[in-house]
């Protein structure tokens, strides 16, 4: 079998991808993909040239750093320092240490244009910031992880009701909706106030717990209704945003 011939530069090439800064910028990209080891290596390089495009809106870019990896690997502090870096570099003229209240919405706004209508209205309200206003890096950060949490708590609630209505009727029996929605309310009073503490508290939902809840409430409800898929995730969510506080 014959052998691959390996591809070498010449001196010529060199230079020209050290002027041309391909080399350096090549560098950089490995270094943080070997930092962060994403667990989608090329999704993360494309979002890293989106991210440092020289075209692209300063907003954009703050958000593809913030996604680039998951809230809960040590990166993501790094990166959302990166993101709120990006946007106090696009003050204009205006001299101040921060970032703008204007700025900071259009990203916040922008992180959760995914969330169901109602749940997007309601977060929107708790981290309002006026235009004028100027945000600290920890309170910027602070908005950044409750928008990062609350949309991984979503979509484990929309996955979890897929699961329990198996026909996808999208009618799932209400006694069971609310024995969820119960037992988590239930769980998230025994944990901090911190947002990450929202998805932990699904694990104190133990099987066995929701098994015995379920039967009693069968037992003493033979029939409660539907409930919609909308209308079970914004009950959950409900919990979740009932212990965030307003950011001003």
Sequence with gaps: MAEKKKTELNDADKQFLEKSGVTSRMKDLLTKVLANRPADPIDF??????SNSE?????????????????????????????YDILSQNKGSLQIKGITGNAYMELITSLTGSFPSLIKEKILKKLYCRDHEVLSFEVFRSAILICSVLQEFIRTAEKLYRQLDAKGTDKLDAVIGNVIVNQLKEAVTKTSDTPASFLEAGYLTTPDRLYSSLATAMFRNASGGTMTSAIFVNNLTEIFLQKINNLR
């Design 55 to 83: 075209k692209g809106h300063y907003v954009a870019k703050a958000q593809n750093q913030i996604r680039l990896v998951h809230y809960q690997r040590p990166s993501f502090e790094s990166n959302v320092r990166l993101a």
């Design 45 to 50: 390089i494309l979002k890293y040239f989106e």
